[in-house]
Structure formats: C-alpha cells, structure tokens
C-alpha cells in the first residue's frame, strides 16, 4: 500500500485558520476510524496531535480539531500561533499486515 | 517523566549489520506494543516494525521483511531492532515509539531518534 496523500505545504497568518487534508483509500482511512495527526518540530520527535480522528490527547489546545470523511480526513488548526509552524503527519491502521500507514507530511508555514 | 531513548545508530556499509536499542522508562514496559518508524532525510515517516507487549508476535513493512528483526527484552524494559542486509535507501533517523492499549495505531510516546547511515 502507498503512503497516505498529503499536500506538501500550507501556510497562513497568525490568528486565521488552515486545514490540512490527508488523502488515503478505502483500505484504510475507509475503513478504521483510527486516524492520527503528529506535529513535527525541525530536529524534534513527533507528537500526537489528534488521534481518533477527533480526539485530542490533555495538553493539545482546541485550536486543533479533525474530522473524517469518505475515504480522506483532515485537520484544522484555528487561531494559528508563529509555535505552529511546523510538519504535520496523518496517520492511518491499515489492517493487521501493514498496520500504519503515515501521509508524506505537509509544512505548515505561519506567515 | 515517560521517556524512550534510541541508541545505537551509526555509519554502516551497504549489506551490513546494526543493532538499535530503545531504552523505556518512568512507564509500564509491559503493557505496550512497541514500534519502530523512520525518516529518510527530508522526507516523511514510514512505519517499519511493531511488536506486541508481550513480544509474542511481530509485524513489519514489506520492505524489511526477513532482514529486520524486532524484539523485547521486558526485564531490562528495552526495545531491539536487528538490521541486516542494510541498503543505502535505508538511511534515516530511527524512532521508537509506543502505541496506547486504549486504541490503534496511536502513536502516543516517541524518542528522539537515532540515526542510521547506510554509505560505502
């Protein structure tokens, strides 16, 4: 199985909103609703963002929310703050073989 | 606070063998599947091997598939990851990563890496 789709970038001002698309197919994001999103810090480890697709682990601000639809999930980010800059990964079960799929990542650009 | 430390990574020729280790602590070792997921140079992360909590059973991405080995030790609470037959495709920074029992595929704990050089 391919990697989940992403757009490679995203960008807005402080204050306003984005959304992030991940693009999978009726093998995975279809069928689990056990998608995930990671924000990614230059040299950084991962974090988990949303997971679930909408829930949010203590600690994430509400600013972040995810949703699911068909075959593709999303992740909005609203009131951006310059700290949110960063790359973000969707993350999909894929069944018991290949177990996670990960979206090729997007970078999010705080203008 | 929970933390996972990789070690290990190093400069490897193509077709040789590594060792990375994954050192778990201030959480319960034991009730967690355990994961490794890498990130070629400037490009995404790919999902490469999970074991189970109890490391009777083991997964893996086709690509590493009798090359890679994952394994266990919960006495010393350390997560292993054999590699064998190393490509330079393969070079990147190796994570260890837990997954929560409260669901699937929810990458909940990362280290911080450890990176694999795969050059002649």
């Known amino acids: 199985q391919s990697a989940l789709t992403q757009p490679r970038s995203v960008s807005g001002s402080p204050g306003q909103s984005v959304t992030i698309s991940c693009t999978g197919t009726?093998?995975?994001?279809?069928?689990?609703?056990?998608l995930s999103w990671y924000q990614q810090h230059p040299g950084k480890a991962p974090k988990l963002m949303i997971y679930?697709?909408?829930k949010r682990p203590s600690g994430v601000p509400d600013r972040f929310s995810g949703s699911k639809s068909g075959n593709a999930a999303s992740l909005t980010i609203s009131g951006l703050q310059a700290e949110d800059e960063a790359d973000y990964y969707c993350?999909?079960?894929?069944?018991?073989?290949?177990?996670?799929?990960f979206g090729g990542g997007t970078k999010l650009t705080v203008l | 606070q929970e933390q996972l430390v990789e070690s290990g990574g190093g400069v490897v020729q193509p077709g040789r063998s590594l060792r990375l280790s994954c050192a778990a602590s201030?959480?319960?070792?034991?009730?967690?599947?355990m994961h490794w997921v890498r990130q070629a140079p400037g490009k995404g992360l790919e999902w490469v091997a999970a074991v189970s909590f109890d490391g009777s059973s083991e997964t893996y991405v086709d690509s590493v598939k009798g090359r890679f080995t994952i394994s266990r030790d919960n006495s010393k609470n350390t997560l292993y990851l054999q590699m064998n037959s190393l490509r330079p495709e393969e070079t990147g920074v190796y994570f260890c990563?837990?997954?929560?029992?409260?669901?699937?595929?929810?990458?909940?704990?990362w280290g911080l890496g450890t990176m694999v050089t795969v050059s002649s």
């Open positions: 679930d697709v909408t």
């Open positions: 990563a837990r997954t929560t029992p409260r669901s699937v595929a929810v990458f909940d704990l």
């Open positions: 201030q959480f319960i070792f034991t009730t967690y599947a």
């Open positions: 009726s093998s995975d994001i279809g069928t689990y609703n056990y």
């Open positions: 993350c999909s079960y894929a069944g018991s073989d290949i177990y996670a799929l």
